[in-house]
């Protein structure tokens, strides 16, 4: 009964193994071999009530939506330009 059991956990381990291996390689910037498209902010006010939805209930889970999400990186970038800008003068 161990042997079996020692097999098993061999067995779950290098699964695991493999996983977190294959897990470092990322296609993130690539669908279907193209670049994806650049992210846009999307406004609240312009979003549909399922968006508004959605963003309201990752709200309430202590997490940013999706569009929430790209709203504030676009909005980072922005600020770290503004930085650069004015620490060059």
Do not use: W
């Amino acid at each position: 009964m161990g042997a079996v059991v020692e097999f098993m956990m061999k067995k779950i381990l290098g699964i695991l193994a493999l996983g977190l291996f294959y897990s470092g390689i990322a296609y993130a910037h690539e669908i279907n071999g193209e670049a994806h498209e650049p992210i846009k902010c999307i406004l609240e006010q312009d979003r549909t009530p399922m968006e508004k939805q959605f963003c309201k209930y990752q709200a309430k889970q202590h997490r940013l939506c999706k569009l929430d999400q790209h709203c504030a990186m676009i909005k980072i970038e922005e600020l770290e330009k503004e930085i650069k800008k004015l620490k060059s003068q």
